[in-house]
């Protein structure tokens, strides 16, 4: 680290959620030297998460969802303009409009973008979108307002559930097509799953799973869409749900461990190098990063979540302005949240990270439930349904790597107390790529397949 | 002035809903669903509920990067 690590240049990469703490937290922490955010879209940091849910129900408007700033940054803001190169050696970063920003230290916070339909022309059909940026969810909002006959929403993932929950409760006709078993199975594992598809159904959503669509069809205009099994439907409207891809493709000549799966970093944020060499001014938080958590096996772990980007992104600051010693690893343990067909879904650990799941508490009867999830009997995750303040409890027990399956509670009504195989796919039998991805070795499993950016 | 909610930590105590309803709102029993935007005329009901949060899972501020826009 050159220089004083209070002073000097510090540049962000991805002016969003990651960012924008980042820069908070740089500055709450004595930072005085110059700060520059270099962000792709041209609005200053949003709040995601309420894209697929207030915004896409037509109560809060897509502009917005701005984030609110807990203290004055006293940075430059370069938005609108993408970066498109690091030279790690001259420490510059390289901007789409040709300029290029010098830097002491730098933190790579470019997160991720929609998986586009691989498709380009039918892509380009005037009623098929994604959901990522605001924009998206703008004119995807703007669209629904219209009054579509039928919505066809590709993947059954967490954002393509949020879609298809906002779209029936608008009284949309809504199919939606996965190609794993059942909605969320990628995420939360089978017993969840079905109970994911169970409500689906019951609120009116035309469910498909286990199929494919081969086509979208129209020219000019969608009108409609094929599936692998056989069978059409008319569609004018197609959400296009696949997942994301991490915006890494700017490093590509840098030298750095960035590719498919992220930017490769320790647990102190610090990035690698394609060497496995740890870098000392190149640090990466957010989506985009690659991290190794010892909850789970030292596995590097990326991780679409809100709130890992406001943990990594304290983190990445606190280090990036720290001497060695006083260096703090991020061992947040991941967590989540989701709200779609009237149930509040959280999740703490990795669900996914698991061979077998009780339900501790609850029934699936009554869809209001923990369900906990063990590995090689230990607790690794648990997800409550419309029962969120007993999550707490669990996050403890995952903190200590308690026995699974664990003990009743006096308070705890046991559906069955026999744990069941979590039964989580191989996530290339999925639609969607997963919002948690294992990226490490399991002996029994895969648990991620890399698919070629687009 | 923008608020966000940190619904990891939210737990559904409605508190805010009570306490700023234009800005806040429960949605199904435990989903809260909010205005990031806090409209005119309501900032000091949004304190209020920033302050009565059992959890403290709202932050309120000035908008991030406004005078960037």
Known sequence: MRGEPRDGRIVIVGASL????????LRAEGFTGSLTLVGEEPQPPYDRPPLSKQVLLGKVP???????????????????????????????????DGAEVPFDRLLIATGTRARPWPHPAEAALDGVFTLRTSDDARRLAERLDAGPRRVLVIGAGFTGSEIASACRERGLAVTVAERGPAPLVGALGGTLGALAAKLQRAHGVDLRCGVTVTALEGSGRLTGAQFSDGTRIDADIAVVALGAVRNTEWLAESGLAAGPRGVTCDAGCRAFDMYGIVTDDIFAAGDVARFPHPLFEYQLLSLEHWGNAVAQAEVAAHNMVSPGPRRLPHLTVPAFWSSQFGLNI?????????????IAQGSLKDARLVAVYGYRGRVTAAVSVNQARSLEYYQRLI????????????????????????????????SHGPTVALTGHLPDRRLTVVQPAR | MNVVVDLNRCQGYAQCAFLAPEVFAMHGEESLLYHP?????HLEQVRRAVVACPVQAIVMGEEAGAGAR
């Open chain 1, 346 to 358: 959280k999740s703490v650990g990795v669900p996914t990270f698991s061979d077998q799941v009780v």
């Open chain 2, 37 to 41: 935007v806090v409209p005119d005329g």
């Open chain 1, 399 to 430: 903190e200590t790597a308690a026995p699974f399956p664990p003990a009743p509670g006096a308070a705890d009504q046991i559906e069955s107390p026999d744990p069941v195989p979590s039964d989580v796919p191989d996530p290339k039998l999925l």
């Open chain 1, 62 to 96: 897509a502009g917005h969802t701005g984030l609110p700033q807990r203290r004055e940054l006293d940075a430059r803001w370069k938005l609108g303009v993408r970066a498109t190169g690091l030279d790690p050696v001259e420490k510059r970063v390289l901007l789409a």
């Open chain 1, 18 to 25: 990651t960012g924008l703490r980042a820069a908070e937290r």
